[in-house]
T-cell receptor, first 112, second 112 residues
Framework: DAGVIQSPRHEVTEMGQEVTLRCKPI?????LFWYRQTMMRGLELLIY????????DSGMPEDRFSAKMPNASFSTLKIQPSEPRDSAVYFC??????????FGSGTRLTVV | GQQVMQIPQYQHVQEGEDFTTYCNSS?????IQWYKQRPGGHPVFLIQ?????EVKKQKRLTFQFGEAKKNSSLHITATQTTDVGTYFC????????????FGKGTLLTVNP
């Protein structure tokens, strides 16, 4: 298994542009999570899907952030418009319910 | 969400010395998970503890869950340079909403 696959690995964009981050979870995992990591705030859960359905999006900062999971093999996190304060490493993780998470390698986003 | 507090925030040791990080909660935990993140890497699942007073070992790593299920610890015996990284504990929200809230982590550096 290739693990959780995220793309792109690095993204540099200008303020105001739309950014789309992509994630392919491990086949058979029924839960998918998007986290954001910064030095100041640590690892923050943004949104959590179970069986492709969004269960908890209370961590999504504001309306500029949206996430979708159209099928069990794919999820996207979109930021529109992006702002410099969105600069962070964004991790996708997947798991079976009540098991440890498998994280992807992350997308390092820089908004200038 | 409910937090878990980790101490210390940083720990620097000489290779061969022991290391312990602690994770504390003000409320009872259903379970606790531990992760390791190497510099520039992504969190990697180490273990899950479920039972009161549980002790689990992985080679030089010993994990404990408190009797009251409000605290946990990770102890590394005779540290090596490969142990460098940030160690996170994470609590499960419990119930049907399966999401993890991560502590801020303990950054371990090892002087060879």
């Amino acid at each position: 298994d290739a693990g959780v696959i995220q793309s792109p690995r690095h993204e540099v964009t200008e303020m105001g542009q739309e950014v789309t981050l992509r994630c392919k979870p491990i086949s058979g995992h029924n839960s998918l999570f998007w986290y954001r990591q910064t030095m100041m705030r640590g690892l923050e859960l943004l949104i959590y899907f179970n069986n492709n359905v969004p269960i908890d999006d209370s961590g999504m900062p504001e309306d500029r952030f949206s996430a979708k999971m159209p099928n069990a093999s794919f999820s996207t996190l979109k930021i529109q418009p992006s702002e410099p304060r969105d600069s962070a490493v964004y991790f996708c993780a997947s798991s079976l319910t009540d098991h440890g998470y498998t994280f992807g390698s992350g997308t390092r986003l820089t908004v200038v | 969400g409910q937090q878990v507090m980790q101490i210390p925030q940083y720990q620097h040791v000489q290779e061969g010395e022991d290391f312990t990080t602690y994770c504390n909660s003000s409320t009872t935990l259903s379970n606790i998970q531990w992760y390791k993140q190497r510099p520039g890497g992504h969190p990697v699942f180490l273990i899950q503890l479920v039972k009161s007073g549980e002790v689990k070992k992985q080679k030089r790593l010993t994990f404990q869950f408190g009797e009251a299920k409000k605290n946990s610890s990770l102890h590394i015996t005779a540290t090596q340079t490969t142990d460098v990284g940030t160690y996170f504990c994470a609590r499960n929200s419990g119930g049907s909403n399966y999401k993890l809230t991560f502590g801020k982590g303990t950054l371990l550096t090892v002087n060879p």
